[in-house]
């Protein structure tokens, strides 16, 4: 699933440098995700694993992300 969610991470942003990605790494303070990239994010998470927000993306790390594909993937 990580590294699934770093192919997206990718698209979001190329320049990403995903070598040191965990699960505890932060969208906002380690990858430097503002407001579009968050939300290209999770359209890149809908369209990927046929989920959807109700409600705005609140994650603050990728583990947030997993628990919540995880709980709610069909």
Request: hydrophobic content about 45%; aromatic content about 8%; cysteine-free.
């Amino acid at each position: 699933m990580l590294e699934k969610l770093k192919e997206l991470m990718k698209g979001v942003d190329p320049e990403l440098n995903l070598d040191n990605v965990t699960l505890e790494t932060k969208l906002v303070d380690d990858l430097h995700f503002d407001s579009l990239g968050i939300m290209m994010f999770a359209m890149a998470i809908e369209d990927e694993f046929g989920i959807s927000f109700d409600e705005p993306m609140n994650f603050q790390t990728v583990k947030d992300v997993v628990d919540y594909i995880e709980a709610n993937k069909k």
